[in-house]
C-alpha cells in the first residue's frame, strides 16, 4: 500500500466536491441553523441571544445529531457503488492502484471535504462565543466542533460499508436513509421501550451501555457530560453510569465507529 497513491485518489476527491460547491452548501447549511439555533433557541423562555457556553452547546448537539449523520450518508453513499454503475470502478482498478488504496482515498477526500464544512459552519458561532466569554467559552465549543467532526467521520465510514456491500446505487441510497432512521431516531425508541415496559427494574444499566452501539449516543454523552450544566439540561446525570462519563473513553469508542465500519468495507472490497 502506497501512501502517494491514497493521497492522490483523496486530493481528486476533495476538489471534486469543491467544484460542485458541495463545501459551500454544507458549511452555509451549518452556518444559517447554527445561528439560528444559538439565537433563538431560548425563544421559548423568553430570551433571545447567547446566553452561556453551556446552552449553546446543549442548543447545537440536537442540531449535529439531526443534520450531520444524514450529510455523512448521503456523502459517502455511491463513492463505490457509484463509480460500479457508471462503469470507472473497472477502469480505476486497472491502474496501478489497489482495491484498499482507492478505498482509503475515497474515504480521505470525502472526509476532508466533511470536515471543512463542518468546521466552517460552526466558525462563525465560534466568533461570537470568543467575544462573549473569552477563551474559556472557545475551549469548550472547540471540543464539540470536534466531537462533531467525528460524528460525521463515523456515519460516513458506515456509508462506505454500503456502498461497498451494495451492488446498486438506488438500493444504496435507500439503505443510507434506513441507517439514518435506525441510528438518530428509532434506535433511542427502542431503548426507551425496553426500559419503559420493565418499569426500569431490569437492564437500566444494561440499557445505558447500549448506548454504545450508536455514534449518535456516543456523541451526546460525550458533550453531555462536558460541562455540568449540560447534565442538568439534558437530565442524564441518572441514567449513564459513571463509568462512560469519561470524554477519553467516549472518544475511544467513537473512533473504533470510524475504524470498524471502514476496515469492514476493505475486507468486503476484496476481489
Same mark, same amino acid.
Given at each position: 500500500?502506497?501512501?502517494?497513491?491514497?493521497?492522490?485518489?483523496?486530493?481528486?476527491?476533495?476538489?471534486?466536491?469543491?467544484?460542485?460547491?458541495?463545501?459551500?452548501?454544507?458549511?452555509?447549511?451549518?452556518?444559517?441553523?447554527?445561528?439560528?439555533?444559538?439565537?433563538? $433557541? =431560548?425563544?421559548?423562555?423568553?430570551? !433571545?441571544? &447567547?446566553?452561556?457556553?453551556?446552552?449553546?452547546? #446543549?442548543? +447545537?448537539? *440536537?442540531? @449535529?445529531?439531526?443534520?450531520?449523520?444524514?450529510?455523512?450518508?448521503?456523502?459517502?453513499?455511491?463513492?463505490?457503488?457509484?463509480?460500479?454503475?457508471?462503469?470507472?470502478?473497472?477502469?480505476?482498478?486497472?491502474?496501478?492502484?489497489?482495491?484498499?488504496?482507492?478505498?482509503?482515498?475515497?474515504?480521505?477526500?470525502?472526509?476532508?471535504?466533511?470536515?471543512?464544512?463542518?468546521?466552517?459552519?460552526?466558525?462563525?458561532?465560534?466568533?461570537?462565543?470568543?467575544?462573549?466569554?473569552?477563551?474559556?467559552?472557545?475551549?469548550?465549543? $472547540? =471540543?464539540?466542533?470536534?466531537?462533531? !467532526?467525528? &460524528?460525521?467521520?463515523?456515519?460516513?465510514?458506515? #456509508?462506505? +460499508?454500503? *456502498?461497498? @456491500?451494495?451492488?446498486?446505487?438506488?438500493?444504496?441510497?435507500?439503505?443510507?436513509?434506513?441507517?439514518?432512521?435506525?441510528?438518530?431516531?428509532?434506535?433511542?425508541?427502542?431503548?426507551?421501550?425496553?426500559?419503559?415496559?420493565?418499569?426500569?427494574?431490569?437492564?437500566?444499566?444494561?440499557?445505558?451501555?447500549?448506548?454504545?452501539?450508536?455514534?449518535?449516543?456516543?456523541?451526546?454523552?460525550?458533550?453531555?457530560?462536558?460541562?455540568?450544566?449540560?447534565?442538568?439540561?439534558?437530565?442524564?446525570?441518572?441514567?449513564?453510569?459513571?463509568?462512560?462519563?469519561?470524554?477519553?473513553?467516549?472518544?475511544?469508542?467513537?473512533?473504533?465507529?470510524?475504524?470498524?465500519? +471502514?476496515?469492514?468495507?476493505?475486507?468486503?472490497?476484496?476481489?
Amino acid at each position: 500500500m502506497e501512501l502517494t497513491q491514497i493521497l492522490t485518489i483523496a486530493a481528486k476527491e476533495f476538489r471534486d466536491r469543491m467544484r460542485n460547491r458541495w463545501v459551500l452548501a454544507v458549511a452555509l447549511v451549518f452556518t444559517v441553523f447554527s445561528l439560528a439555533i444559538t439565537y433563538f $433557541g =431560548g425563544a421559548q423562555q423568553g430570551t !433571545v441571544g &447567547l446566553r452561556s457556553i453551556e446552552f449553546t452547546i #446543549a442548543s +447545537l448537539v *440536537s442540531l @449535529v445529531i439531526y443534520l450531520i449523520p444524514l450529510i455523512a450518508l448521503l456523502l459517502g453513499f455511491d463513492a463505490i457503488v457509484g463509480e460500479r454503475e457508471r462503469g470507472s470502478l473497472d477502469l480505476l482498478l486497472s491502474l496501478p492502484l489497489t482495491r484498499l488504496e482507492l478505498l482509503l482515498g475515497k474515504y480521505l477526500g470525502l472526509a476532508g471535504a466533511l470536515t471543512v464544512s463542518t468546521l466552517a459552519g460552526f466558525a462563525l458561532v465560534a466568533v461570537l462565543l470568543y467575544r462573549q466569554f473569552g477563551w474559556g467559552g472557545l475551549f469548550h465549543y $472547540g =471540543g464539540f466542533m470536534a466531537s462533531a !467532526v467525528l &460524528l460525521g467521520l463515523a456515519f460516513l465510514s458506515l #456509508a462506505l +460499508l454500503l *456502498s461497498v @456491500v451494495v451492488r446498486e446505487r438506488t438500493r444504496a441510497s435507500g439503505l443510507a436513509i434506513a441507517a439514518w432512521f435506525f441510528f438518530v431516531l428509532v434506535f433511542d425508541l427502542l431503548l426507551l421501550g425496553a426500559l419503559v415496559a420493565t418499569s426500569g427494574s431490569h437492564g437500566g444499566e444494561a440499557i445505558a451501555y447500549l448506548l454504545l452501539l450508536n455514534p449518535a449516543d456516543v456523541f451526546r454523552i460525550l458533550n453531555v457530560f462536558s460541562l455540568e450544566d449540560v447534565r442538568t439540561l439534558y437530565g442524564l446525570t441518572s441514567i449513564v453510569p459513571p463509568a462512560l462519563a469519561k470524554p477519553w473513553l467516549m472518544g475511544a469508542v467513537m473512533g473504533g465507529w470510524i475504524v470498524v465500519p +471502514l476496515a469492514l468495507a476493505g475486507w468486503r472490497f476484496k476481489p
